[in-house]
């Protein structure tokens, strides 16, 4: 489980450069967050003005 961006997303970057680890990236179409290193702090989500990042709430297996 991990926070992840949803198509609300308008490639502003500002989550980018909150995410102390480097786990935000631009990708195809919007910014992504990468599971294997998100630690759920929750900091990208406050500052998206869109609100476009949501806590995944589906199981990987
Ligand atoms: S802060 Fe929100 S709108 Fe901006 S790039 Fe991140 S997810 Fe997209
Ligand atoms: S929840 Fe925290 S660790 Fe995960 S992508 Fe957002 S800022 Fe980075």
Redesign the pocket.
Known sequence: M??VITNDCDCCGD?AD????G??TIGENIYV?DEE?????????YICDNGA?KKNQTHHI
Do not use: M
């Open positions: 991990s926070y989550c909150e995410c102390a680890i786990s935000i967050i290193i998100c630690v759920e702090c929750g900091d990208c989500s990042i």
